[in-house]
């Protein structure tokens, strides 16, 4: 799944591609998981022209010029791909189709990606707005493993498995850890490998793979590594199960309990 990283790239990459260009036709082959009528979202948006594409959390909001706003989350398997003309794409989801030759399909082959027109604020911040006394707040009050705490997108917005395990190496701290037992110093620490762990990856991603609009570029990635036993530290990687999601650590982080 795509994390805040990611969707930072294709949102700038979108924006490069389609900002300012009138919207013609949507067409929606699945609309399971659409939240209004194809009806609905065609006279919302046909006509209507892309202000510009920006991350959400774990979305890509597209906003349009007459304030409506076609919400989209890729889930597991989603991914966003470009035509010329005639949508081939299997597996799509929903094709947008702007003035000029140029579109743009949102594919998912398990039919998971879901589109949403005009979807409601949520009220937790995202990942790299988080403040100190916000996130102490929201730790102190259970008891739950601090990585499940991070990937709480109620708490807070953007974070995934892979990212959680980045950020909680990078800052030395198990993510088995009891979250009310962390004390303040080590909360400092966290709320600095938040941001530094996503935005240096965003500039990762960007100079490897400046054009991209879908996928997931993990290479660069420092303990998240299946293939990997060792980290560049020369310590050991485990793996564990948390919450159903594969953990990757270190002994160097350390366990408050």
Same mark, same amino acid.
């Given at each position: 799944?795509?994390?805040?990283?990611?969707?930072?790239?294709?949102? !700038?990459?979108?924006?490069?591609?389609?900002?300012?260009?009138?919207?013609?036709?949507?067409?929606?082959?699945?609309?399971?998981?659409?939240?209004?009528?194809?009806?609905?979202?065609?006279?919302?948006? +046909?006509?209507?022209?892309?202000?510009?594409? !920006?991350?959400?959390?774990?979305?890509?909001?597209?906003?349009?010029?007459?304030?409506?706003?076609?919400?989209?989350?890729?889930? %597991?398997?989603?991914?966003?791909?470009?035509?010329?003309? @005639?949508?081939?794409?299997?597996?799509?989801?929903? +094709?947008?189709?702007?003035?000029? @030759?140029?579109?743009?399909?949102?594919?998912?082959?398990?039919?998971?990606?879901?589109?949403?027109?005009?979807?409601?604020?949520?009220?937790?911040?995202?990942?790299?707005?988080? +403040?100190?006394?916000?996130?102490?707040?929201?730790?102190?009050?259970?008891?739950?493993?601090?990585?499940?705490?991070?990937?709480?997108?109620?708490?807070?917005?953007?974070?995934?498995?892979?990212?959680?395990?980045?950020?909680?190496?990078?800052?030395?701290?198990?993510?088995?850890?009891?979250?009310?037992?962390?004390?303040? @110093?080590?909360?400092?620490? %966290?709320?600095?490998?938040?941001? @530094?762990?996503? +935005?240096?990856?965003?500039?990762?991603?960007?100079?490897?793979?400046?054009?991209?609009?879908?996928?997931?570029?993990?290479?660069?990635?420092?303990?998240?590594?299946?293939?990997?036993?060792?980290?560049?530290?020369?310590?050991?990687?485990?793996?564990?199960?948390?919450?159903?999601?594969?953990?990757?650590?270190?002994?160097?982080?350390?366990?408050?309990?």
């Amino acid at each position: 799944m795509p994390e805040l990283p990611d969707l930072q790239v294709f949102a !700038r990459n979108l924006n490069k591609l389609f900002k300012g260009k009138t919207l013609e036709k949507v067409e929606v082959p699945h609309s399971k998981k659409l939240n209004v009528s194809i009806e609905q979202l065609k006279d919302a948006l +046909e006509g209507a022209k892309l202000h510009d594409v !920006r991350r959400v959390g774990k979305e890509l909001h597209f906003a349009f010029n007459n304030k409506h706003v076609l919400g989209q989350h890729l889930m %597991l398997h989603g991914e966003f791909r470009l035509f010329d003309g @005639e949508n081939k794409h299997k597996s799509t989801i929903i +094709e947008l189709h702007f003035k000029g @030759e140029q579109g743009l399909a949102i594919t998912d082959f398990q039919g998971a990606a879901t589109p949403t027109l005009d979807p409601e604020e949520k009220d937790a911040p995202d990942a790299l707005d988080v +403040e100190k006394e916000y996130l102490m707040g929201k730790l102190a009050k259970t008891k739950k493993p601090v990585k499940t705490v991070l990937m709480d997108q109620k708490v807070l917005r953007g974070i995934g498995n892979a990212y959680a395990d980045e950020i909680l190496w990078d800052a030395k701290i198990s993510p088995f850890s009891i979250s009310n037992k962390l004390p303040e @110093e080590v909360v400092s620490k %966290l709320i600095k490998s938040i941001k @530094e762990v996503l +935005e240096d990856a965003e500039k990762q991603i960007i100079k490897s793979n400046p054009d991209l609009i879908s996928g997931e570029v993990r290479d660069f990635l420092k303990v998240h590594l299946p293939r990997q036993k060792q980290t560049a530290t020369g310590a050991t990687i485990y793996q564990k199960e948390l919450n159903a999601r594969k953990t990757y650590y270190t002994d160097e982080q350390e366990l408050f309990e």
